[in-house]
T-cell receptor, first 117, second 114 residues
Framework: NAGVTQTPKFQVLKTGQSMTLQCAQD?????MSWYRQDPGMGLRLIHY???????DQGEVPNGYNVSRSTTEDFPLRLLSAAPSQTSVYFC????????????????FGEGSRLTVL | GENVEQHPSTLSVQEGDSAVIKCTYS??????FPWYKQELGKRPQLIID?????GEKKDQRIAVTLNKTAKHFSLHITETQPEDSAVYFC?????????????FGTGTRLTVIP
């Protein structure tokens, strides 16, 4: 059971280049999301999905696209990279337990460190 | 949207002492409050969580309390050990329609001095 797998772990881009961060989970979770982590700012939600074919914007969606064609995969695309997108990106997935309010644990991938020059 | 504030940003304690980290949230509809521990260069990992229908939860040396009226929740670590040194994040979620969108605090760097 691999959990949440992200690739690549490290990437350097030039301003204006595009790329895709891959994310896959093998826990059959319907909910998946992408966060970015910047020093002193915690983690901020970029996009999320509640199931195949359904995506929505989070707090900081500008400059990013997502799609969800299968339950397992949730790629994040940077359309035209900017230095402001230099960050560590985390993919995460979650289940919803029965009984009681609220969701279950949010499981994170190992992260992808992106540098835009 | 939800706004989560976390204090202090850094905390140093002697080994064996207790550590307390406090968070406030803005949206009374939030119903799930997890705490994550992140070691340097690693992914955030859940250490404890609490739901809006519970006021307190304990797991060995870690406890969390929730005051819905005041909209704040706290993490308590007793008998701290050097391996507790890490960055801790609180978060709040308005769980709805299958979404678990967490809003995170800005983190507390805990250092346990041997």
């Amino acid at each position: 059971n691999a959990g949440v797998t992200q690739t690549p772990k490290f990437q350097v881009l030039k301003t204006g280049q595009s790329m895709t961060l891959q994310c896959a989970q093998d826990m059959n979770h319907e909910y998946m999301s992408w966060y970015r982590q910047d020093p002193g700012m915690g983690l901020r939600l970029i996009h999320y999905s509640v199931g195949a074919g359904i995506t929505d914007q989070g707090e900081v969606p500008n400059g990013y696209n997502v799609s969800r064609s299968t339950t397992e995969d949730f790629p994040l695309r940077l359309l035209s990279a900017a230095p402001s997108q230099t960050s560590v990106y985390f993919c995460a997935s979650s289940y919803f337990p029965s009984g009681g309010p609220g969701a279950g644990e949010l499981f994170f991938g190992e992260g992808s460190r992106l540098t835009v020059l | 949207g939800e706004n989560v504030e976390q204090h202090p940003s850094t905390l140093s304690v002697q080994e064996g002492d207790s550590a307390v980290i406090k968070c406030t949230y803005s949206d009374s509809a939030s119903n799930y409050f997890p705490w994550y521990k992140q070691e340097l260069g690693k992914r955030p990992q859940l250490i404890i969580d609490i739901r809006s229908n519970v006021g307190e939860k304990k797991d060995q040396r870690i406890a969390v309390t929730l005051n819905k009226t005041a909209k704040h929740f706290s993490l308590h670590i007793t008998e701290t050990q050097p391996e507790d040194s890490a960055v801790y994040f609180c978060a709040a979620s308005i769980s709805q329609t299958g979404a678990n969108n967490l809003f995170f605090g800005t983190g507390t760097r805990l250092t346990v001095i041997p």
